[in-house]
């Protein structure tokens, strides 16, 4: 659907100009980060901004490692914003294309049992509401809305400055091993505990899971980054490349499928290497594809797993791309899809030229057996009602909703559904 409106504010003081004159004529509004969501959460039927231009740092409390972004910022320019205070972000989700509003709005996480999603490294927010005022939510102004704003789907407010707590920045050792599978889901919630960040990809039709540990390291560590030549072949010619023209075929003649899945296995799944966190926590992926992520009560991933990996055998379907399984520590941010449990997410995918609707429904209703809990920027079909019994605090947020945008003048249909009109 395309806006009627687009702007390419440059300032804080633009959004707010775009809001209020929203506002007099009567239009819906709503900021737009990369666009990398999966669902219609995006979409600005209105008015759409464009915050591109406004990245950057604001300011930064070096005592607190405390840094101010201007909301548009994109992730990928992150590390060198953040290298001459020798600082870092926590943890990454497994890309870095996104914009840090978009990313904290949709819950964006990554892996790690003890690490929370990137809205939990957010301590104080700046947005413009939609009666056009600034409002500032952190440690000194209504602290007690952070858990909302910091993670608010785009529906309180147009953030147009992110205060994210940072870390010293550290280097990661990285281990990828492929492994029995069923030994993986066997000692899955023993090992998540005993190292920093656990994550595994399976490829349907093998049994092998391809793991990935990986161990924080002081800044000081020795790196030992992939040779550009190996990173080229994982990344740009396997991960990206060849895969592209596997999928592209394996959606015409399904039955090459599984031969594939098992050669990606075989050559992919080993490496060992050391280099800056921003560079192994996240990788290029230029392959297009669906995806939907469900959250789960740690505890229930490998029964979970399981049955997903029974549906596929009954019913006979080719999958191309791997599910792929993680971890976060339990948070209150109000709409977390961790909020108050340690959290286990299975992931899966199609290439974007398969229909994935019998899959992602039949995946679906196995997760909502195991109380699972959609990611808030993929594919699902929850609404307002089933969602409310998901999420503890969902009606407090409907509440202050109410309070800060009683017009809905941030709506979208997707919104719509979600929250109820
Ligand atoms: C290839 C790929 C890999 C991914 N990997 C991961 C992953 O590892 N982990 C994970 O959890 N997710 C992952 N995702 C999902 C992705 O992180 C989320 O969908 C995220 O929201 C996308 O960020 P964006 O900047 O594109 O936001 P958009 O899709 O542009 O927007 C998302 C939401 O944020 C709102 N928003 C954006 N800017 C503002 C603002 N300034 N103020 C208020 N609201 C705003 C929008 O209105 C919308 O509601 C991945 C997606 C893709 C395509």
Same mark, same amino acid.
């Given at each position: 659907m395309r806006p009627q409106i687009f702007e390419r504010p440059r300032t804080p003081?633009?959004?707010?100009?775009?809001?209020?004159?929203?506002?007099?004529?009567?239009?819906?509004?709503?900021?737009?980060?990369?666009?990398?969501?999966?669902t219609g959460i995006a979409v600005a039927p209105g008015v759409l901004l464009d915050l591109s231009d406004m990245s950057g740092i604001v300011s930064v409390d070096r005592e607190r490692s405390y840094v101010t972004l201007l909301a548009g910022t994109r992730l990928h320019q992150v590390p060198a914003l953040l290298a001459p205070y020798g600082l870092a972000m926590e943890?990454?989700?497994?890309?870095?294309?996104?914009?840090?509003s978009g990313a904290i709005s949709t819950g964006t996480h990554g892996t790690g049992a003890g690490f929370g999603g990137i809205a939990t490294?957010?301590?104080?927010?700046?947005?413009?509401?939609?009666?056009?005022?600034?409002?500032?939510?952190?440690?000194?102004?209504?602290?007690?809305?952070?858990?909302?704003?910091a993670l608010g789907l785009g529906a309180l407010g147009i953030l147009v400055e992110v205060t994210l707590r940072c870390v010293p920045a550290f280097v990661m050792h990285e281990l990828d091993r492929p492994e029995p599978l069923e030994e993986v889901l066997d000692g899955v919630l023993d090992r998540i505990t005993n190292v920093d960040h656990f994550e595994f990809y399976?490829?349907?039709?093998?049994?092998?899971?391809?793991?990935?540990?990986t161990t924080r390291l002081p800044e000081s560590a020795k790196r030992k980054p992939l040779p550009p030549v190996g990173k080229w072949i994982d990344e740009t010619l396997l991960s990206n490349g060849l895969y592209r023209v596997v999928c592209g075929a394996a959606s015409a003649v399904p039955a090459i499928a599984p031969g594939?899945?098992? =050669?990606?296995?075989? =050559?992919?799944?080993?490496?060992?290497?050391?280099?800056?966190?921003?560079?192994?926590?996240?990788?290029?992926?230029?392959?297009?594809?669906?995806?939907?992520?469900?959250?789960?009560?740690?505890?229930?991933v490998p029964a979970a797993?399981?049955?997903?990996?029974?549906?596929?055998?009954?019913?006979?379907?080719?999958?191309?791309?791997?599910?792929?399984?993680?971890?976060?520590?339990?948070?209150? =941010?109000?709409l977390s899809t961790a909020h108050g449990r340690a959290t286990g997410y299975i992931a899966v995918h199609r290439y974007w030229r398969e229909d994935p609707t019998e899959y992602f429904t039949a995946v679906e209703a196995i997760m909502r057996t195991?109380?699972?809990?959609?990611?808030?920027?993929?594919?699902?079909?929850?609404?307002?009602?089933?969602?409310?019994?998901?999420?503890?605090?969902?009606?407090?947020?409907?509440?202050?909703?109410?309070?800060?945008?009683?017009?809905?003048?941030?709506?979208?249909?997707?919104?719509?559904?979600? =929250?109820g009109a």
């Open positions: 003081e633009a959004v707010q100009r775009a809001v209020l004159a929203a506002r007099q004529r009567g239009l819906i509004i709503k900021a737009v980060g990369a666009g990398h969501s999966f943890n990454l989700g497994d890309i870095d294309r996104q914009s840090i490294q957010v301590v104080g927010v700046t947005v413009i509401t939609a009666a056009g005022e600034f409002r500032r939510i952190d440690e000194d102004h209504d602290p007690h809305l952070l858990g909302a704003f399976w490829f349907p039709h093998t049994d092998i899971a391809l793991t990935k540990t594939f899945n098992r =050669l990606a296995v075989r =050559l992919t799944g080993d490496r060992e290497y050391t280099d800056r966190s921003f560079k192994v926590l996240t990788q290029s992926r230029t392959v297009r594809f669906r995806e939907m992520e469900y959250a789960l009560p740690a505890e229930h797993f399981r049955a997903v990996q029974a549906l596929i055998a009954e019913r006979g379907w080719r999958i191309t791309f791997p599910v792929e399984v993680r971890f976060a520590a339990a948070d209150d =941010l109000w195991f109380g699972g809990r959609p990611h808030w920027g993929k594919m699902h079909t929850r609404d307002a009602a089933s969602l409310r019994e998901a999420y503890p605090r969902f009606d407090d947020f409907i509440t202050l909703r109410d309070e800060v945008d009683p017009d809905r003048r941030f709506r979208n249909r997707h919104l719509d559904r979600i =929250l």
